[in-house]
């Protein structure tokens, strides 16, 4: 007889385990479901969850009217594929159809080439498309039988400059506008100036998505909220500064020069009317520009630094009538040369001649260096007395600072302090004509503005409004008196009518024009000489409608030009700084609605010389 096999000490064993297991089981899913729900349950749906940032349209930019587009956002096509679907000798076949449908040629084509016959699954293979090649993409590759199969065209942002500049082969107002970068962010002048107000912020969305990636319905939700990209209208006149930019290729183009700047500024408020360089470049087309010579994007109105020449005598004119040691009828001595700091320096006239029987308007008219100098080195009993009084009249019309125009990348300009570093007479002399001293031609609008307005120091701007918002010209204050701002308008008018060669070729009938050339030798570091037969060309004026009452200031530069005829004291240019200035004064007073008909007039009538 077999034993028994059943235990109730077995069995209770077994059971024991059982509920120990069961209990620890349901301890374990109570600590998961109950204690740790929370955690577990978000982190499901970060599992589940898809966050994307999605960017704002960045603004528009308008010329001052409002209604011409001078840069936007539009979408443009980047063609991608993907290889790996596709034999070696389809790859082959698209990638020698889209050469020839893309017009590609050399390393392009090359890389192209190389591209689409990889075996990768991802390649850029263009950017930018136009519409035109998009549809015919679109078309070759959808069908039964694809000439162009395992291509993709993707919507992309990007930045469009439509207006043509004054240039062939250039966009309107290429060096005061920059561009934006694949990244989206600004780069040179107001592009890059304004890069947070145009571009906006991004807004950050979150979505769950289901096991197939598709969006669940209604989870999507705003995490961080973004800004739109905010609109500008210019101060620029879209017509007048084509025409600017087509007076400056013309001058460009006849006196070889290495460059040619000029701008238009309302002396009253700062407002910037035109602004541009050439060489220019098609801001459309920037990274070619970028392989090329990036050097181009370079604005020589802003950034580009030089020794301005004589007319920096107007600043001396400025202090020596603010300090009343000389009058513009004062009789003066002019001389062949002067010699200073006890012999060792000479300065000289450009023609190395004397004039007889000047007043110090003429002098400056004739553009005398060595009356300048006399004058400049009497504004102080020292040398260093002279030296503190001329800085303080460059420093007090914003010269070695920078205006704070609103465009990227200004330059402060060099003027050297005389209280910390020594000036011999040579300096103070040559600083009265312009030399050993560095501007831009803004900070030249600025302080001839000053000179014309009735003595206030205005910031030059080219932005007008914000969205709906108008922008306020900063007043930096009065920095001389109404009468001597008077004397200077009075003594630029001088210049004009009294010298033969600029009366002849500035005058405007029925307008009253002032101003003052400039012809500044450069100096080449690389040799330690100045460069031969090469110099740099200004004038700073304005012009009226009404005498003695300036509407518009004019700065004109011209770099490095080749003259014609270079002989001591006589050189000639097929268009001299100065018929620069007047076709472009022409130009800006023959704008419509430029110039307000009831602005007040700060100069008196009658200023007494």
Known sequence: MLGRTDSRVRTLVVLLVFVLAASSIGVRLAYWQITRRDEL?????????????????????????????????????????DPSTLTPARRAS???SLVKLLGLKGDKATQLTTLMTSEKQYVVLARNLTPELSAQIRALSHGTSPELAGLMLEPEAMRYYPQTGGAPGTSLAAHLLGFVNRAGAGQYGVEQYYQDTLAGTPTTWSAEHDSLGNTVPNTERVVEQGSAGQDLTLTIDASLQVAVEQEILS???????????????????????????????????????????????????????????????????????GAGIIALTTPVQDAVKLTLDGGTSIVQNADHKARPHLTFADAIAYSRNVVASMTALRLGSTTKAAASKLYATWSTMGFGRRTGIDVAGEAAGIVRDPAKVVYRQVDVANGSFGQGVAVTPIQLAQAFAAMVNGGTLIQPHVVRSVGNVETQGVNHGRVMTPALSGQLVKLMQHVISTVPLYRSRTQIPGFEVGGKTGTAQIWDATTSNWKPLLFNYSFAGYIARTPGHPDLIVVVRIEEATPTVARQGDIELPVFSFELFRRIAHDAISTPNLIPDDRAMPLPPEVAP
């Open 251 to 321: 001058a460009w183009i006849a006196d070889r020069a290495k460059s040619v700047s000029a701008m238009v500024m309302d002396p009253y408020t700062g407002e910037v009317y035109a602004y541009g360089s050439y060489p220019s470049y098609n801001a459309n087309a920037y990274q070619t520009i970028a392989n090329r010579n990036p050097a181009t994007f370079t604005d020589p109105m802003a950034s580009g630094v030089y020794e301005p020449g004589s007319v920096f005598k107007m600043l001396t004119a400025q202090a020596a009538l």
């Open 41 to 81: 349950t978000a982190m499901a749906a970060h599992q589940s969850a898809v966050t994307y940032v999605v960017q704002p349209t960045r603004g528009a930019i308008y010329d001052r009217s409002g209604t011409v587009t001078i840069a936007t956002t539009v979408s443009r096509d980047q063609l991608a594929a």
């Open 94 to 96: 698209v990638a020698a």
